[in-house]
Each structure stands twice: as C-alpha cells, then as structure tokens.
C-alpha cells in the first residue's frame, strides 16, 4: 500500500512519526512543500493552489490514499474539492470534540493553537457552534511557532519569549488542555509545559485522521510494522542534509512521545 503524506513543511513528520507506529506494511511517501512554507499565513486561493499541485504529484505517484498532515490545508480543501481526486483524500482538523469530549474536566478551560488561517476557517467555527455548546474553547494562532519549528529551534529562551508574549492574555491557570492544531506546534509541548502553571493535556487530530485512512483503506492499526519512506521537498527527492534534518525531526519527536505518552498514561490510566 502506497499512502502520500503532505505539509507544508516538517509539521506533517509528527503525523508521520504516528502512522510508522501504527500502519501496517505502508510505503509512505513524505512531502514538505518548504517552498511554500508557511501556509498559515498565506491566502485560501494560494494554498489551494499548493495543495492541487501535490495532489497532481501523489496521483502521478499511484498512491492509494492522501493524508492531509496539514490543518490549514485541511482548513481550505473542502470535500468538494477533494471529490475531484480519484484516491481517498484524508484530512486533519483541530481534535476541539476530542478535548470536549474526553479531556474536559469542570471548571477548565481549553485552549486551541493553529495557524491564523485555520483559526479565521469557517470549518474551525462551524465544528466550534457543534461542540463547544458550553463556551469552554478559546483560540489562538500562533504563527512564530510554524516559523521556529522549521529553523530547527525548539529549546530557546526566543520560543518561549514569544509564547510567553502570546498567551500573556489569558489566565493560564484555568487551562487544563492544550489542542495542538497546526502539525508544526508538536514540537513545543516542553514549551508549553514550562509556561502554563498547572498541568495540561495536550490533543491532536492524528490519530483520528489515520484510524479514518485506515478504515477507507480496510486496514487495522498494527503494531509489527514494516515500512518504506521516500522524502520530497516541494516535489524534488530529499539531499542528504535534507534527510540528515529529517531523522534530528523524527528524533524530536520521538523524545515528546515517549514523554508524553508517559503523562497522558499517569493522569488518565492510573
Ligand atoms: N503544519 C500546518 C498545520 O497543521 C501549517 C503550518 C504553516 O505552514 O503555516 O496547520
């Protein structure tokens, strides 16, 4: 089964980093669109153009499927648009049911982080008027995340002046979870964590979006997993410095979910 995964850029390897995990004898095929990085603050008409140019590519690659590893270009692709493609196309939105649903405790509030288009999306606000019905939800973009996420800075007294700075308007006390709803702000959790007082849980669409691609693919999660990788950087093949960027990424990513995973098991499993 050969399954393209796209973003605009090195976001869309968490989602990776989850479906190698998970998704059973896959050749995946990994596309940054680095050269127009970030989407998030581009216009609808510009990332659609983007995103119908890598659909095109994955097409002439005979993929079985998409994954959309991107909630701004999930944010402006509507079905209709994803209908004119002849493989299944999977998107990923902000996990705002998830968090009301699973994480919420009373008196809590939620925070939602994307990109400044998906925070503005209609889709963001329509899903907001089905499951927020008790006002808990608050928004935020944050942009300087997706920028820092692809210069390679996580761990810097910067990133977290600049989250700081952004969420100095609200109370951080009464915030119990975080959804993560740009790919790219994965990478932060340790920031987060450093700057809300209490303690939070962090969502994220991922899961979801590959348990649906597997579902239109009739396949099961499993966890003996081969696979194969080819990556592309706005459709050239990755150089090796690309590649060699990539596995210090996977690394990253590896550490959050080893760490986190642990939290999330402590709070809500023990
Ligand atoms: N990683 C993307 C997302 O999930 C977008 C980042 C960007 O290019 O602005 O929304």
């Given amino acids: 089964m050969k399954v393209g995964i796209f973003d605009s850029g090195i976001g869309g390897l968490s989602v990776l980093h989850h479906a190698m995990k998970v998704m059973p004898q896959t050749h995946f095929l990994y596309y940054a669109d680095r050269e127009h990085v970030p989407y998030g603050e581009k216009t609808v008409e510009e990332i659609r153009g983007f995103v119908e140019e890598i659909l095109n590519f994955f097409i002439e690659k005979q993929v ?4 959309i590893a991107c909630n701004t270009a999930t944010s402006v692709s509507d079905m209709e648009f994803r ?3 002849p493989v299944p196309i999977v998107g990923m939105e902000p996990a705002v049911k998830k968090a009301v649903e699973q994480y919420h405790e009373e008196n809590s509030r939620i925070l939602v ?6 925070i503005a999306g209609n889709k963001l606000h329509l899903l907001l008027d ?3 019905r008790e006002h808990e939800v608050d928004l935020i973009a944050l942009p300087g995340l997706v ?22 308007q609200f109370d951080l006390n009464r915030y119990g979870t975080v959804v993560l709803g740009c790919t790219h702000f994965n990478y932060f959790k340790r920031n987060f964590c450093r700057i809300f007082p209490g303690n939070v849980d962090f969502v994220d669409g991922k899961g979801g979006s590959i348990r649906q691609l597997l579902r239109l693919l009739h396949q ?8 194969q990788v080819d990556y592309y ?10 590649l060699k960027q990539i596995e210090m990424y996977l690394t990253r990513l590896e550490e959050m979910y080893q760490i986190y995973r642990r939290k999330a098991n402590a709070k809500h499993f023990l």
């Avoid at 982080?113 to 998906?118: G, L």
């Avoid at 099961?220 to 696979?227: F, I, K, L, Q, R």
């Avoid at 950087?233 to 690309?242: D, L, Q, Y």
């Fill in 130 to 132: 089905r499951v927020d």
């Fill in 64 to 67: 079985d499927a998409v994954l």
């Fill in 220 to 227: 099961e999660e499993a966890s003996d997993c081969s696979h």
């Fill in 233 to 242: 950087f706005s459709g050239k093949p990755a150089s090796e410095t690309e």
């Fill in 113 to 118: 982080a994307a990109t400044p288009v998906t």
């Fill in 147 to 168: 920028r820092f996420a692809e210069a390679g800075e996580f761990d810097s007294s910067q990133v977290d002046a600049y989250l700081r700075q952004e969420l100095s």
């Fill in 83 to 85: 209908s004119r493609f």
